[in-house]
């Protein structure tokens, strides 16, 4: 199949230009778009012909279901069996933007969407592109990241075209991502909300909104423990790893530094590489060293943390030091990504 590539980059237009991809959602096709956090890979999510042509397109495994998105707060009204008063709260606050919640499933999803739940996920994205293509289809739009399964999450659309060139009908270019990780998931159906996966809204930004709120136990470890299972089941997939093998270093900045000069001497005949900071960038000796914003700024870690992990693979690195972050806020979703990538490979310097 070719894949059709449109150019929304400059904001103009973008009702017009996405007549062809509303076309394509409507009829049962792919079509990849920007929405805030990552690029997802779209499909009607209420079409069961549709939705398994997504797992097939990325490799993804058929247990891991799929977030629909919404354009309307009333669209989720026929997805759902009941919207508990926390939901509408936090629909208030954070929608539209980077916040999925997770609700008991109504009759009409498919259990081809939610990897055979009794739940689904929602989420209403800010990005323009992506509420008017939504809002013109007419129908829930399922979207994982639209990466192959496995690979770091697109950010841009060349990235999106690196992995399903070909295989998908059409990605649309709307720039490089804002916020550069996936959503925050929050499992709103029991008695207290539960975060399953790290993101950009904070369990403090939930806390502070909603009262009481939990992060599942087998996130909250960061490092996999065989007796807790992740109750996204996503969460459970090795992930975002580059090619080569990667370690993160994590303690006090200048010791880091100094381990991770040793351990590039010690492998010559290599192609090392570094994930560094703008503090730290020049004094590493690898091969390639990528940084990805100052430490002071968790946003622009998150921002530019995936593509650097595909250049990685681009430029053919074979040892990957990684250094490691503050864990609080912010900076908890970013060292989940990192410790998925490096295989749960750390050292404590
Ligand atoms: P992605 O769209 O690639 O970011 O993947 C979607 C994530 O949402 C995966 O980690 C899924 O496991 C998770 N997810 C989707 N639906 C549900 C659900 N009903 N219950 C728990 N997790 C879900
Ligand atoms: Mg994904």
């Known amino acids: 199949m ?4 449109v150019d929304l980059r400059d904001g103009k237009d973008v009702k017009e230009g996405l007549y062809k991809a509303t076309e394509i959602i409507k009829t049962g096709g792919l079509v990849a778009f920007p929405t805030e956090t990552v690029y997802g890979l779209g499909a009607n999510g209420l079409d069961e012909n ?3 042509k997504i797992y097939e397109a990325k490799g993804r495994p058929s247990d891991n279901p799929l977030i629909l998105h919404i354009s309307d707060f009333d669209e989720i009204k026929s997805l759902v069996k009941e919207i508990p008063d926390v939901a ?3 629909a208030d606050e954070f929608w539209p933007g980077p916040l999925t919640m997770v609700f008991k499933k109504s009759d009409i999803v498919p259990y081809r969407t939610t990897g055979g739940l009794e739940s689904v996920a929602v989420r209403m994205p800010s990005n323009r592109i992506a509420r008017e293509l939504i809002k013109a289809a007419g129908v829930p739009v399922a ?3 639209a990466n192959s399964s496995g690979r770091p999450s697109p950010t841009k659309a060349s990235h999106v075209l690196e992995d399903l060139d070909g295989k998908i009908d059409m990605v649309i270019d709307g720039g490089t991502v804002d916020i550069g990780l996936e959503s925050t998931i929050v499992d709103v159906t029991g008695e207290v909300p539960v975060i399953l996966r790290p993101g950009f809204i904070t369990e403090e930004m939930l806390s502070e909104a909603i009262g009481r709120v939990k992060t599942d136990e087998a996130v909250k470890n960061l490092s996999p423990d065989k007796d807790l299972k992740p109750k996204a089941p996503g969460m459970k997939y090795r992930h975002y790893a580059p090619q080569g093998k990667m370690t993160i270093y994590k303690g006090n900045p200048e010791k880091v530094v100094k381990i991770i000069n040793e351990e590039t001497a010690k492998s010559e005949g290599k192609k090392t590489a570094v994930l560094a900071t703008d503090e730290t960038k020049r004094y590493y000796k690898a091969d390639i060293v990528i940084s990805v914003g100052s430490r002071e700024d968790c946003e622009s870690i998150a921002h530019n943390l995936f593509d650097a992990l595909r250049s990685f693979d681009d430029m053919g690195a074979e040892i990957i ?7 609080s806020r912010l900076g908890f979703a970013i060292m989940n990504r990192l410790h ?3 295989g749960y490979n750390i050292v404590n310097v």
Request: net charge negative; hydrophobic share 40%.
């Open 143 to 145: 979207a994982p990241s």
């Open 88 to 90: 509408f709260v936090l």
């Open 321 to 327: 030091f990684s250094e490691g972050f503050d864990e």
């Open 50 to 52: 549709a939705v398994p």
């Open 340 to 342: 998925k990538s490096a």
């Open 2 to 5: 070719k894949t059709e590539y």
